[in-house]
């Protein structure tokens, strides 16, 4: 019997004839899908439900739809249990799953004009979605948020490198708007010289984490990264969260030249306590938010700096210059900066009555 999400050790021995008919469905929506199909060869009340409503099988949520070559879907109701089930004569299985954290859906797999219906029409029911794992420029985004009208809920990759005028702005405001408002992490490729914009929108948005590849400018003259850096650390960072965190990745055509004496309030922090701690909030950044350019930070020299914020939040400033060394030759990989709030660190009682003193 495959692992439940919950314990029930009596499962098996249970007197299921004795369950009113919701309760039957609640445990089927909970059980493996394996584990159903046992349970409708030994008990008729639960297969007279399964052959009224096949698909409560899966019931509305499931973790994973994988679409396979040759008319197979993996579905994963749970993180660690796959059934497959086959496009031609059980897609009726699908057809009630509303929400479900990974959706994908290799085009190269898909054979058929009816796969490609069956994998469209999933996707035009899904009032959830957790990820969406493939990155999506401008046609990609218009033909996938013309069929899904949910929520994302976790991540998003969107490349925004293509030219934003003011028709496409009001696009993706309203795509933030309707699909994006509760997601936790966004990551993105776009210019500096857009940030502006994208950072009024993000400011209307709940993320969790912002990874931003910055591109260079079409005038290579044109620097983009102490602009950005600085809008970060002047307005903060653009979240309702109240404790959100920023990755900023830049070209190494395209590195911070005036961040640091121009923004106020800076002070690095050099203490091998703080140090510390600033490490191990990263190494829990790399552990929740799977984003390989957190992995490239944490694995080399930054310099770290903390900002105050208000009386409840600080922001801790992580700026890192990667210096390497390839077939004997010296480059210098793109500069990351990272900035998170944090809760502000409480004053001993002693230096707040001096200060009250003092005033």
């Known amino acids: 019997m495959a692992k439940l999400p919950f314990p029930m050790p009596n499962l098996l021995s249970f007197p299921m004839d004795k369950l009113c008919y919701d309760l039957k469905l609640e ?3 909970q059980m493996d899908p394996k584990d159903i199909i046992e349970l409708m060869k030994s008990n008729k009340k639960f297969r007279a439900i399964l052959i009224d409503r096949p698909w409560t099988i899966f019931g509305e949520h499931v973790h994973s739809i994988i679409f396979r070559s040759m008319h197979s879907v993996e579905i994963k109701k749970h993180r660690n249990s796959s059934i497959f089930i086959d496009l031609s004569c ?10 479900c954290i990974q959706l994908i859906r290799a085009d190269s797999k898909i054979e058929s004009n009816t796969e490609k219906e069956t994998a469209l029409e999933v996707l035009g029911n899904l009032v959830s979605l957790g990820e969406v794992e493939t990155m999506l420029d401008r046609s990609a985004m218009g033909e996938f948020f013309a069929i899904f009208k949910g929520k994302v809920t976790e991540r998003i990759f969107l490349d925004l490198t293509w030219n934003i005028d003011n028709e496409n702005r009001r696009y993706l405001t309203n795509l933030f708007e309707s699909h994006l408002d509760n997601c936790k992490q966004i990551l993105m490729n776009g210019r500096g010289s857009e940030f502006y914009f994208l950072r009024q929108v993000l400011l209307k948005m709940n993320f969790e984490i912002i990874a931003f590849n910055v591109a260079e400018e079409r ?4 620097k983009s990264a ?16 109240q404790y959100p965190a920023i990755l900023l990745t830049f070209t190494p055509n395209n590195q911070l030249d005036n961040f640091l004496s121009a923004t106020s309030g800076l002070q690095q922090i050099g203490e091998l ?4 701690e600033t490490r191990q909030l990263m190494v829990e950044m790399c552990r ?10 944490y694995e080399h020299s930054h310099d770290v700096y903390k900002q105050k914020i ?24 793109p500069l990351q900066f990272f900035a998170k709030y944090v809760p502000a660190e409480q004053e001993p009682k002693r230096k707040k009555r001096r200060k009250k003193l003092l005033a």
């Open 219 to 222: 005038d290579p003259i044109q």
């Open 90 to 99: 059980e897609s009726v299985l699908l057809k009630r799953i509303t929400s």
């Open 310 to 333: 208000d009386d409840e939040r600080d922001c801790i400033y992580v700026i890192s210059t990667l210096n390497c060394r390839y077939m004997g030759q010296k480059f210098c990989a």
């Open 273 to 276: 306590s703080s140090i510390r």
């Open 226 to 241: 102490d602009l950005v850096a600085g809008w970060i650390a002047s307005r903060g960072i653009p979240s309702r969260n």
């Open 288 to 297: 929740k938010y799977p984003i390989s350019d957190f992995q490239n930070m």
């Open 27 to 29: 445990i089927l929506e």
